[in-house]
Each structure stands twice: as structure tokens, then as C-alpha cells.
């Protein structure tokens, strides 16, 4: 039995069709489901060496689970720009847009190109992955310098009136991220949340309030000066 084959199988052991249901009624649709939870996966997938030729096996089984487990064991530097567009393409779940892009995406050279490239993409889930993947690299790209994030505002502001709910809250998440790096950040990000709440628009003028409302909070203004000390 190939490796492939026994990670299946134990995949396959540990299915819970009531954790599936569950899934589902999260927005969790993906057509091949077994219903580990991601804690059960991390796991397993502390448990398998890192294997770039696996983890293409495991996404071309279909099953959401492996295609998390991928995510997990794949080598970032092996990583190519026509992979994570064809791995984009097959999204169709919230969740396996944001697996990727920390597990993964936020690994490789091209995280922010592809951020670039995909925010204008009309697939709701790729779309999604543009600013999923932002909002990631707003936590983990520690040493980036301020003008890195700095050049996504407009992409922010464009997309900021996107009504599809996996899009607009993946914009919303990284704006909040990016106003949560430094002084001088908080302070652009909730300049630009000022500019895209005066855009006649229901989705913006949410996106904006919203981040609005965490950026100025003591809780957050606390943080971020503590970080700066």
C-alpha cells in the first residue's frame, strides 16, 4: 500500500458524518468531506515528512481533509506560481482558501504578487484568497516595511464594495490586520476605513464601520503601543 493509500485510509477511519453536517452549516460545502477536525489534521500532518510530490497527490484526491493535510506537508520553496493558481481554482470553501494561505501560501515567494494579481480575479474564492492571504501576511511578515501593506489600500478600497459575503469579510479581515501591526499603520488603516465609509455602498460602509470600531478600541490601541515599547 503507497503512502498516499494509508493516509486515506486512516482519513477515511476517522470520518464523522456529524461533523460534516456541522461543517455545512458553516459555509463548508466542499463536495468530498470526511469531517476531521483541523486540530485532527495538524496532527496527522505533524506526523508525515514534508512532500512536495505527496502533497499534489493528496489535493488531486478531491477530499477536503487531504487537500488540508497538502497544505500542511507541502515544501513552500518547491511551491510554484502555476500550482497555487491551479490549487486556487479549485477552491469552493472559505476554509480551504485560509488553510492554504497560512499553512502555505504566506510561505512563498509569490505571496505578495499573487495578492496583487488575484484581487482582481472574479471567483468569488480566489478573490477571497487575495485578501485572506494579506490578512495573513499582516500577522507573520514581520520585517516587511510599512509600504508594502501600504500599496494594497487601493486594492482594499476597490474591493470594499464586493457584496459576496466570503469576499467582503476577507477584505474587511485585512484591513483590520493591517491596522494592527504599528502605530503607523492603525492610523492609515482607519484613514482608509474613513475614505471607504463615504462610498455609497451597503458592504463598504460595513467593512469600514467595522474595522473602524476594532482600530480605535482601547483593547487594540493598548496592544499595538505595547508592541512598540
Known sequence: ?????????????????????????????????????????????????????????????????ARVLASLIDQPDKVTEKQMEEWAKDFDSWDICDQCCTNLFRKTKFAFKKIKEWSGREEEYVKRTSFALLAFMACHAKKEPDEIFLKFFPLIKKASTDERNFVRKAVNWALRNIGKKNIALNKAAIGLAKEIQKIDNKTAKWIAKDAIRELTSEKIRKRILWQNI
Open 1 to 65: 500500500m503507497s503512502q498516499l493509500q494509508q493516509i486515506l485510509k486512516k482519513l477515511k477511519s476517522l470520518s464523522n458524518p456529524d461533523n460534516v453536517a456541522g461543517m455545512k452549516r458553516f459555509g463548508i460545502n466542499s463536495k468530498k468531506m470526511l469531517g476531521l477536525s483541523r486540530p485532527q489534521l495538524r496532527q496527522i500532518g505533524k506526523e508525515i515528512p514534508k512532500n512536495h510530490q505527496l502533497a499534489q497527490d493528496l489535493w488531486e484526491t478531491g477530499y477536503l481533509e
